[in-house]
């Protein structure tokens, strides 16, 4: 077994402040919330007596039930929401890091 030593410092001498990449973290958080509403809507459609599809109706616009026209304007909700939803953290996080960090 050979030996092994581990530094506790990091590579990098000058350690500034985080940043996240604001795109990055919107398509992420987009495409996280589109995700998760269409394996919603297909359990939805698997299991109607569960309820689980309820609250996307509720905070959704326009969503009547499991038809085509509701399932594409969840999805770009979804991706609309989430991406802003991503961008925002990603520069109230980076404004913050700059300004504290």
Same mark, same amino acid.
């Given at each position: 077994? !050979?030996? /092994?030593? +581990? $530094?506790? $410092? *990091?590579?990098? *001498? *000058?350690?500034?402040p985080a940043h996240v990449s604001v795109?990055?973290?919107? !398509? /992420?958080?987009? !495409?996280?919330a589109a995700?998760?509403?269409?394996?919603?809507m297909l359990l939805g459609l698997v299991a109607p007596e569960w309820g689980l599809h /309820?609250?996307?109706?509720?905070f959704y616009l326009g969503l009547t039930g499991f038809d085509p026209r509701s399932l594409a304007l969840? +999805?770009?909700?979804?991706?609309?929401?989430g991406g802003y939803t991503g961008a925002l953290i990603a520069a109230i996080f980076n404004f913050i890091s700059r300004r504290f960090g």
């Open positions: 077994m !050979a030996n /092994t030593i +581990l $530094h506790a $410092h *990091s590579e990098r *001498s *000058s350690a500034g795109p990055v973290l919107g !398509a /992420t958080i987009a !495409a996280f995700i998760s509403f269409l394996l919603c /309820t609250p996307w109706l509720q969840g +999805l770009l909700q979804s991706v609309i929401f």
